[in-house]
């Protein structure tokens, strides 16, 4: 069993920055890739950034890439969002989920983290 933990939401201004954490605890947090899921009200969940067990590939949505970065620490059983120049288009309850060594689609996600909350607002 992989337990989840989002942390890092909130209100941030457009154009600001956020970092998002995910932290894993249970068996072989090394052996699951772990993707960043966004849900805004009244639209279906999306993927937003994926990054593969090995932290070698990592895949993100056209409508972020260049302003969101997805990282993992191995030892602290952490994945990270960064979150750069946000839009209000941002503005979404943000979930990470895992998935054994590669990352596919949301089918794929075996575990889930409770969400957290980001808006982007002035």
């Known amino acids: 069993q992989l337990q989840l933990v989002e942390s890092g939401g909130g209100l941030v201004q457009p154009g600001g920055s956020l970092r998002l954490s995910c932290a894993a605890s249970?068996?072989?947090?090394?052996?699951?890739?772990i993707g960043w899921f966004r849900q805004a009200p009244g639209k279906e969940r999306e993927g937003v950034s994926c990054i593969s067990s090995s932290g070698d590939i990592t895949n993100s949505a056209d409508s972020v890439k260049g302003r969101f970065t997805i990282s993992r620490d191995i030892r602290k059983k952490t994945v990270y969002l960064q979150m750069n120049s946000l839009k209000s288009e941002d503005t979404a309850v943000y979930f990470c989920?895992?998935?054994?060594?590669?990352?596919?689609?949301?089918?794929?996600?075996?575990?889930w983290g409770q969400g957290t909350q980001v808006t982007v607002s002035s």
């Open positions: 989920a895992a998935a054994t060594f590669d990352c596919g689609g949301i089918g794929r996600m075996r575990y």
């Open positions: 249970g068996i072989r947090f090394d052996n699951y890739a």
